[in-house]
């Protein structure tokens, strides 16, 4: 009798786990969590907002494919003092990085590129690179040379194929095209592989990748491939005019007050950087790598590719922004004990934005935490909200 009772509870939980990522309520009993710790979220988002420290905040936590509490405090934007509201939409800034790579790893699942591809097999750009075998310290009479070896999809993937941040143009660009064309310009400050240095140009290449390979804009393809799929609908490299009243405004931290910026429109999808979004369609995209590639039945990677993704390459580098991590495909890794300060678990994966942009997912709590607000990265640089936000949701797990 007692075997029986166990395998129908454990038959339950699988049909539970197996149900829809349902957003449009919360449950957080369902999620096992503590709604009176819960509800202190958003008060603690408030206070920072009344400091001045940020405009508004939109937090999410879901757990066991639940979702256990969605706020939204503050402003959307302070001059016209408009409401930040729960689906308003955010410049991502970084957090597009994992998405681009999971582009990337669609095309792996198809067969039609392999991580230990050289990158000048798709873009002739990479052909020709040289190394500085003096590193940073350039100008000291070392003559470039020929890397050991090519650079390879993996190091672009994980910050480690020695690119620097960003190669200038004459002229801005105005195609994916153009902007990864100026590779051919860069000289590597250090040999594929040996050393981590995070580069926005190396993230942009993959996405050419992905037009080179798959014969589509980069921008379309993500569209296709994983927008419309787990029903990200408000997600857009460019908002649509009927939407653009929900863009949240950007803003700086300074001592008299937060400044608010201009943001240029795009002249072409940014795969480092340049998509918008919705908290709740990031939790989406997060949810689906949590059930290892599948969202509400549809499957968009391999559970292999979701572990390739969220495994960390870089050894004991020093990598990432935080302490106690490595560096996976767009995602920083919690890889020991000194990277769980916020209340995550070593194997967590994370990411985040310029803009105070951030999300994450803490498999051994079966936990996504999404943080969206639009400060740039001034006033000291702190991350006292996302520090909150996260021990806070992770406080409030009762079972």
């Not at 860069?186 to 798959?214: K, Q």
């Not at 995550?344 to 994450?360: E, L, M, P």
Request: proline letters at 7%.
């Amino acid at each position: 009798m007692k075997a029986t009772v166990l395998l129908l509870l454990a038959s339950s939980l699988a049909g539970l786990a197996a149900g829809p990522f349902v957003l449009d309520k919360t449950d957080p009993v369902a999620a096992g969590m503590n709604p009176e710790r819960l509800a202190r979220i958003p008060v603690r988002m408030k206070e920072f907002v009344t400091a001045g420290m940020t405009a508004g905040v939109v937090t999410l936590v879901a757990r066991h494919g639940h979702l256990a509490r969605l706020d939204a405090v503050g402003y959307q934007d302070l001059e016209s003092k408009t409401p930040m509201r729960p689906d308003t939409i955010f410049h991502l800034a970084s957090v597009t990085k994992p998405v681009t790579c999971a582009g990337i790893m669609i095309l792996v699942d198809e067969g039609r590129l392999s991580l230990i591809d050289p990158v000048e097999k798709y873009l002739p750009e990479f052909k020709d690179l040289k190394v500085n075998p003096c590193g940073t310290l350039a100008g000291y009479n070392c003559a470039a040379i020929k890397p050991s070896r090519p650079v390879n999809i993996l190091d672009l993937m994980t910050h480690t194929s020695g690119l620097p941040g960003s190669v200038s143009r004459e002229t801005p660009p105005s195609t994916l095209a153009e902007r990864v064309s100026a590779v051919g310009r860069a000289t590597l400050l250090f040999e594929p592989g040996t050393a981590w240095n995070y580069s926005n140009i190396g993230i942009a290449a993959l996405g050419r990748i992905i037009e080179v390979v798959s014969g589509q804009p980069y921008d379309q393809f993500l569209a296709e491939r994983i927008f419309a799929p787990v029903e990200m609908l408000d997600t857009f490299f460019l908002v649509p005019r009927e939407k653009a009243s929900r863009v949240a405004s950007v803003y700086t931290y300074e001592p008299a007050g937060l400044k608010r910026v201009s943001i240029p429109e795009p002249k072409y999808p940014a795969p480092e950087g340049g998509l918008l979004s919705t908290a709740t369609d990031m939790a989406r995209f997060h949810q689906m790598l949590l059930n290892k590639g599948t969202l509400n039945g549809k499957r968009i990677l391999s559970a292999a590719a979701v572990e390739s993704m969220t495994t960390s390459y870089t050894g004991s580098m020093k990598a990432g922004f935080a302490p106690g991590v490595g560096h996976g495909f767009g995602f920083e890794v919690v890889r020991e004990a000194l990277g769980t300060f916020r209340y995550n678990s070593i194997g967590s994966y994370v990411k985040g934005g310029a803009y105070r942009t951030y999300g994450w997912v803490d498999p051994a709590k079966d936990l996504v935490g999404i943080i969206f607000m639009q400060r740039t990265n001034g006033g000291g640089d702190t991350a006292d909200e996302i520090n909150s936000f996260m021990a806070m949701a992770a406080a409030a797990i009762e079972q």
